[in-house]
């Protein structure tokens, strides 16, 4: 099991409302990456934080935003949820801004209804 | 089409067969990684390649980077039940990981 958890393990919203999704980053970590997974297919990438920035980000709308805090780990928060947003969404921890040793977590389900 | 594409897109696997899922691109590769996935769950890291022609072992599982064919192959010998799952491939670009559709592996006692 790597050190990357992420909460809650599932979560159902209605259309229009907004989540906060939770990810701790493995210790030595200090990058993240959020990945939206769809059903039957790879995970797209969302966007990554490093050193509490924004460091590149996938073809997401603004609504998709996220934040890191000073001990590395990052939310995900979805504003005005569509029943499409529904996905697994994975974070994965890194080193220095890069996909070095890139663990995930186990994700988050998210249903939207 | 994706940067990644990955065949066969499943595959049944009678227990003690060998069996080779393929990763193509369709840019240049600097670097590959392989990943499990069981339904539903969060990605489990196998192996990273970064050189041409590397090749790299972890228990019953091999993988390889072809960097002029920009392919990488993964190879599992003697599968057993806990080698079904969900196979990714990912090509690392800068600070992303851009991932096939992943390969379906069952395997049949």
């Known amino acids: 099991e790597t050190g990357v958890t992420q909460s809650p393990t599932h979560l159902i919203k209605t259309r229009g409302q907004q989540v906060t999704l939770r990810c701790s980053s493995q210790s030595g970590h200090n990058t993240v990456s959020w990945y939206q997974q769809a059903l039957g297919q790879g995970p797209q990438f969302i966007f990554q934080y490093y050193r509490e920035e924004e460091n590149g980000r996938g073809n997401f709308p603004p609504r998709f935003s996220g934040l890191q805090f000073p001990n590395y780990s990052s939310e995900l928060n979805v504003n005005a949820l569509e029943l499409d947003d529904s996905a697994l969404y994975l974070c994965?921890?890194?080193?220095?801004?890069?996909?070095?040793?890139?663990?995930f977590g186990q994700g988050t389900r998210l249903t939207v209804v | 089409s994706q940067e990644l594409e990955q065949s066969p897109q499943s595959l049944i696997v009678q227990e003690g067969k060998n069996l080779t899922i393929n990763c193509t691109s369709s840019k240049t590769l600097y670097g590959l990684y392989w990943y499990k996935q069981k339904y539903g769950e969060g990605l489990i890291f196998l192996m990273m390649?970064?050189?041409?022609?590397e090749e790299k072992s972890h228990e019953k599982i091999t993988a390889k980077l072809d960097e002029k064919k920009q392919q990488s192959s993964l190879h599992i010998t003697a599968s057993q039940p806990s080698h079904a799952g969900i196979y990714l491939c990912g090509a690392d670009r800068d600070y992303k990981l851009s991932f096939g559709a992943g390969t379906t592996v069952t395997v049949r006692a």
């Open positions: 994965a921890s890194s080193l220095s801004g890069t996909n070095t040793e890139a663990f």
């Open positions: 390649l970064q050189k041409g022609g």
